[in-house]
């Protein structure tokens, strides 16, 4: 039986053991969520660790100077990072001061209250890219974030649009055009106000907003003594904040997490992956795909995220039993095969679906282990009923293969009392077979069921 989850390639107990070993520790402000586990995380290449605050330590992140991987290389790697992660939280990540030693670690903070919130912390989406003018952005949005003056906040998400909009005209243009497709309800709002008395957005937004921050020559000029200039430009803030990151969504291709998780392309990531790009397009187009085509599954084992897995469904065998429509559909048998486990995999709608009531499933041929399998799957009815998270992990391998959507069940009402009422109905019965068979001899069969 396999091991569940799979342990990883590299080495990521804690602490860290590498031999001599240099690292840089960067200490983290202005995080809202963070681990409050050490978590170990690979990004462009590089394994960063985020080491959770304490009553005397902050929030920190942690990097391994390789060959080839200097304190200033490593702090730019650093901050990649935390520019993608401010950009999938929306919240500001500074990087405040680095400590470079033998070990990660060692900054410190005046002792206090531990103020980040870290329950079941998980990085799954971290925007990658090599293009400079997406990382550019990236890292400004992350600055303007940080940015307590609202005036400078302002002309920072503007540079975004400077990236790729060089002079004034053309800002002006493309805000004129972008303004209709922005979405954000408080932008919305802030737009609505501004219509009736400004024609022309763009050329407003970049004179009264962009100009009067950076200058002070010529009108118009934003005084920061000036509660009306202080209060506009705050209340203007959300529209051109929506234009930066309409920008870098839909100009750059940097997603959102919100579209991530829109498009649910990570529900089938590592089963498109071992299917291969050929029969994945045939699948999405809904061309006939005869199941024979399919390469075989390795050992599957699936868990509810953030949970204990149960030894019922760790290294199942599974088989392709149809193909129809795009849809495959996957049978898991565990060994010893009391469990089963039905995976419907839609790429056509890029699902992962998994019925808790129907695909969960146990035989009963009157064995202790046949109950095992049976408060298994009472155990994935409480959890998955409980809108939790379905993961579907490959024999080998450091990373899911897919993961559902969280369960929303319809029409229903669980009732935790009766569900522990029977789980201890079903341990004692459990308890009964397994003295049954103990005093059974040596070699003979298990009773069947209907013997009982």
Request: proline content about 8%; hydrophobic content about 40%.
């Amino acid at each position: 039986m396999s091991q569940f989850p799979p342990s990883p390639v590299k080495d990521r107990t804690w602490p860290p053991c590498r031999g001599r070993s240099r690292w840089l520790t960067v200490a983290v402000r202005d995080v809202v969520r963070w681990p409050d586990l050490h978590y170990f995380h690979d990004y462009d290449g590089y394994e960063f660790i985020l080491l959770p605050e304490t009553t005397t330590t902050p929030p920190a992140i942690a990097l391994e100077l390789t060959t080839g991987l200097d304190l200033r290389k490593a702090r730019a790697a650093i901050r990649r990072f935390l520019s993608a992660y401010a950009w999938v939280e929306r919240h500001s990540a500074d990087d405040h001061f680095g400590i470079g030693a033998g070990f990660p670690g060692g900054v410190g903070k005046e002792e206090g209250p531990v103020r980040t919130r870290g329950e079941n912390f998980r990085l799954d989406y971290l925007p990658s890219t090599q293009d400079p003018k997406a990382r550019l952005c990236l890292a400004l949005y992350r600055e303007a974030l940080g940015l307590r003056n609202e005036a400078y906040r302002f002309l920072a998400f503007f540079k975004i649009i400077n990236v790729l909009h060089e002079k004034g005209a053309k800002q002006v243009a493309w805000i004129n055009a972008a303004i209709p497709k922005l979405t954000d309800r408080i932008a919305m709002q802030a737009l609505a106000a501004l219509t009736p008395t400004q024609p022309n957005l763009g050329k407003y937004l970049y004179e009264s907003g962009r100009c009067a921050v950076a200058h002070a020559f010529a009108q118009p000029v934003a005084d920061p003594d000036d509660p009306a200039d202080t209060e506009r430009l705050s209340t203007e803030l959300p529209i051109v904040r929506a234009l930066a990151e309409h920008l870098m969504e839909h100009e750059l291709g940097i997603k959102s997490e919100d579209t991530v998780h829109r498009e649910h392309l990570y529900e089938l990531a590592g089963f498109r992956a071992h299917l291969g790009p050929e029969l994945v397009a045939r699948l999405k187009a809904k061309t006939h795909v005869e199941a024979s085509e399919l390469p075989p599954w390795p050992l599957l084992s699936t868990h509810v995220r953030d949970n204990l897995p149960r030894s019922s469904f760790l290294g199942m065998t599974a088989l392709t039993t149809s193909v129809v429509d795009g849809v495959v559909t996957v049978e898991c048998t565990a060994n010893p095969p009391p469990a089963k486990l039905r995976l419907m995999l839609d790429f056509p709608e890029e699902r992962l679906v998994i019925d808790p009531l129907a695909d969960f499933e146990s035989e009963d041929d009157g064995s202790a282990q046949a109950m095992v399998a049976a408060m298994d799957v009472h155990w994935y009815w409480r959890l998955i009923f409980c809108n939790r998270i379905a993961e579907i992990w490959p024999e080998s391998g450091a990373e899911a293969w897919g993961r559902t959507a969280p369960y929303v069940p319809r029409n229903m009402r669980f009732h935790g009392d009766e569900w522990l009422k029977s789980h201890r109905a079903m341990f004692l019965e459990y308890l009964r077979r397994v003295a049954n068979e103990a005093q059974r001899p040596a070699g003979s069969s298990s009773t069947s069921a209907t013997e009982q």
